[in-house]
Structures are given as C-alpha cells and as structure tokens.
C-alpha cells in the first residue's frame, strides 16, 4: 500500500520560514517524479514545485520561485519542501505527491495534506 504522509505545516508570522516533510512508503521512490501542491480556501489546487526522480531537475510556480526549494533524498525516501519568506497569499492545504510522469499533470498518489497558515 502506497502512503505518503506530510508533516510540517503550522502557522507562521509573515517573512518566516516552514520545512514540510513528505515520508513515502509502499513504492520505488526513486521511480517517482515528487511534487507539492497547495489549494487554498475557494481556489484550485495548484502545482507549487516537483523534483525529477534524480533530484536534478525542479520546477517552481512563479509565484514561489526563489523562495521555496523542493529537494528529495532518495536514499532515505522523503522530499521536502524548503519555504522561505513566507506571505499570507502561501496560506493553504499542501500536498505531497508522486508520479511516474514528470509533468505531474496527473499523480499516481497523493498524501493527505497538511495546513500552512501565514499570518500577516
């Protein structure tokens, strides 16, 4: 059984900094792409950033590039999420997910999510 389970959401002052950890089991890690999504209140979910299964390649939504890091150790199996000067517009539910397409259009797994709240 496939889980992936995140963990390091919490609240957080506006400018502060937040690690999320997203812990997979029951796959091949290393054959997965690994993304984060986010969906706040009344929006679509949104692909934030992913890691390539190799770790060397990433994306960034505009909108967090050069504030968040996605980074994967593939030895251990998790993939975090690095979250830098933070704005209230970052508040939402965050997702961990896996794919074994690249383009995460459509995961194989999702995780159950966890809240980031940034307060202004």
């Known amino acids: 059984q496939v889980r992936l389970v995140e963990s390091g959401g919490g609240l957080v002052q506006a400018g502060g900094s937040l690690r999320l950890s997203c812990a997979a089991s029951?796959?091949?890690?290393?054959?997965?792409?690994m993304g984060w999504f986010r969906q706040a209140p009344g929006k679509e979910r949104e692909l934030v950033a992913r890691?390539?299964?190799?770790?060397?390649?990433?994306y960034y939504a505009d909108s967090v590039k050069g504030r968040f890091t996605i980074s994967r150790d593939n030895a251990k199996n998790p993939v975090y999420l690095q979250m830098n000067s933070l704005k209230p517009e970052d508040t939402a539910v965050y997702y961990c997910?896996?794919?074994?397409?690249?383009?995460?259009?459509?995961?194989?797994?999702w995780g159950q999510g966890t809240q980031v709240t940034v307060a202004s």
């Open positions: 997910a896996a794919s074994f397409r690249l383009s995460m259009i459509n995961p194989d797994y």
């Open positions: 890691v390539s299964r190799s770790g060397e390649n990433t």
């Open positions: 029951g796959l091949t890690f290393s054959s997965y792409a």
